[in-house]
């Protein structure tokens, strides 16, 4: 991350015209509340279809409970310059193993006005630090993106990340600052914005932020604290021109919610016109798998680790008029196929409480 | 490790005259209880000195409370065949980020006959899944072994394993078997025999397990099921005759509890006779730092992952009348020495709740 492009501003526009948000907005808590129809609210209150989500999704309720704390009386004998604090915090990230830490300013426009219930929000941290954890190439390599692993692979980056940024705030907290841990359970952040200023991706077609390394194939925790650190700047890796020509993620969509067409501003900022609506119902009620994760699948982003790939990476950022015959390269290749040799999982499906072979509720 | 000789016993000899274990002869149980005097159960009452491994320790404790549950009550319909059920608990393993899953059977001298409060233990688990997870190597380079943040990393792979542990144990209950995690706080097994039966390590001259890939720089989880399970083979790759020479962990630790002597048999088991008391009394009353692993630091076999280690190991496994030259190698390359740029942390002491300068008890 340390050699790539870094510009003063996203590479989409991010004003400041833009409001707070509420969380009741948020397209699962709308779901949930049945703003999605009943068939989605109540498949929603069904709760998980597939055994290891659910175990993922228990561990991540179970840390989300341990977000807060009482920081310390009194301040630890450290270094108060922003930069060494934020060399400090970094590496303290990736020696819990987290795959990517990034940095940022927290605006107030990306602390959410209302909780899930209604509650107005206060944070007044101005420092994000944003936690990626991996979902794994190689269950991806296996997986057809939007079977039964794919929840699971959400669920195994937010336990992960929940888990570290649980301890990183409750360390900070004992160096006398307070901090605060942004689970996927327990948030009071809107994540995208910080992904962007913190420089750790751009936002893609499928309007979510893509990071170079791992693509779409991450999920994120933040800790929000008053330590003084130094952000990130935003990067740019020639993103933007990537996803005007490349459209294998619309054209995969089996929710048809990703369009060919160009970025649009909504609320202040620049953006893919994903079908939020379409996407969200079709990952809640997906008949032939738990969740769908098809766009981090066939996004010619999803790679692993190695030394043609660094090279792409280059091509795209310097080279953008090739940038088509790579994207032709990448099915030729057959990057998007699934690999069954790679397919380590069981297919199950929990019906009213009992695991059984996936298509009995049809059956 | 699937390319390591399998043999079909342990290279050290484990017989089956071994008694139970009662948890509170464990040496940090002892320690607390007073067993090794008032100063060092004080100090032990005292809590974590560092707030990292403090930020480590609670959350292994919070992940404790989550080692047990319910199985579902109805068996999912999955392959029964122990040994596609084996690759698919160790690719669930991998997949969530352990280093090293091996798979033993457990038997009933491996779990302790009493807990920590003196309540007699019950397990009729058969199988064991070992967890191992790396302490860092790189943070290894930038330490002495036993400086401030020798605990943290500690703390690093014990609650990663705990957490890894505790979600697998959730997801097989989920699937209609008993399972259990068995964390660094609330534990019912014997670790070390169920390592060597896993065949993830041989016993190593300070008296545990060491991993050809990890060496000493690793702690685990485990998890106990009644999933039919098919175990993996002990493993033997040289080691039992290259610690008879290389006595670095015997020169370099700070306590003298490990000496340069040969193997004994106590309680059925063949081990080297590393001094657990003065071992124990060493990590809590550390002067100059928070516990300590030195062995791990100094071992040869602390070493990252490279085709010339892979070279190196293969050599002790099949000419080990280099054993010498290679240990000579590992002095003049000076992999024990300190890297000061890899040192990230600062130097902290907990004082009567109060973070200052390490040295401020004595000033």
Redesign the interface.
Known sequence: MERLKRVDWPTTLVTDEIKRVDQREDGFVRALRGGLGPAVAGAFCRGYKY??S???A??SA?LGA?AEGDK???K????EEPEALS??IK??GY???ADIVGISELPQWAVYSHDKEGNPVELSHQSAIVILVDQ?YR?MRGSTGNDWISNAQGY?SY??AD?IS???A??IR???YSARAHTVDNSRVVIPPLLLLAGVGEISRPGIVLNPFLGLRFKVAVVTTELPLLPDKPVDFGLQEFCRKCQKCAAGCPARAIPPGDTVVLNGYENWRLDVERCTKFRILNPNGDYCGRCIKVCPWNKPAGRLHDMARWMVAHTPWLDGFLIKMDSIIGYEEQDQAEK???D?EDID?????PGGRRA
């Open positions: 055994p290891l659910a175990a993922g228990e561990m179970y341990r310390a009386a009194s630890a004998p450290i270094p060399r400090h590496r303290l020696f819990y193993r794994d269950t195994l336990s992960t888990f649980c301890i990183m409750s360390y004992r160096l006398g380590w999982w069981f199950l409480g009992v695991l059984q072979p």
